[in-house]
């Protein structure tokens, strides 16, 4: 029996919330938090905030400066892979 000489460490986090700016700033607060903790810091360029359709633009734009994140598209997708098809329904993310 061989070792294994390749691992895939996935490092991604997703997260649902209300769109709230007291809930993007605990989430900012808690990367801010285990980043001092732990000398793993959050890349924002990489991450990226998706936005259902009742959000307002003076909203997204407010959440995104606030975040220093990008707006993520249309379509939700992890490791390349849709993650739905369609828009988001609670029903798929509550068992």
């Not at 007291?22 to 900012?28: A, K």
């Not at 998706?50 to 407010?62: A, E, L």
Request: with cysteine.
């Amino acid at each position: 029996m061989r070792a294994p000489t390749h691992f895939l460490y996935v490092d991604d986090v997703i997260l649902f919330c209300q769109a709230s700016s007291q809930n993007l700033q605990v989430i900012l607060d808690v990367f801010e938090l285990f980043g001092s903790l732990s000398d793993q810091r959050v890349n924002w360029e990489k991450s990226s905030i998706y936005f259902s359709k009742g959000i307002s633009r003076p909203k997204i734009s407010d959440f995104l400066s606030m975040s220093q994140m990008h707006k993520g598209g249309d379509s939700l997708t992890y490791l390349g892979v849709p993650l739905f098809i369609g828009a988001p329904k609670s029903h798929r993310l509550i068992p």
